[in-house]
């Protein structure tokens, strides 16, 4: 997410780019994450299903918190 976020150090981030030019799978996987995040963003104001444990909405909103 620091990639995402251009919050990485410069020199890790050159090391970041270095390899993402050079691994498509790593291309294809941030790809990826950012649709997840994508998508979890634009959920993040529905309701919570009954069935769903009060303990994994404790988990997630807490892991929001980090972002």
């Known amino acids: ?3 995402l976020d251009h ?3 410069q020199d890790q ?3 970041f780019d270095r390899h993402m030019a ?3 799978s790593c291309v294809d996987y ?3 994450y950012e649709q997840t ?3 979890a963003k634009t959920c ?3 309701a919570v299903p009954d069935e769903v444990p009060e303990s994994l909405v404790q988990a997630i909103l807490e ?3 980090k972002m």
């Open 37 to 39: 995040v994508l998508l």
């Open 22 to 24: 050079a691994c498509p």
């Open 30 to 32: 941030l790809k990826t």
């Open 1 to 3: 997410m620091s990639y």
């Open 13 to 15: 981030r050159a090391e």
């Open 7 to 9: 919050e990485l150090p």
């Open 44 to 46: 993040a104001d529905d």
């Open 63 to 65: 892991a929001r918190k």
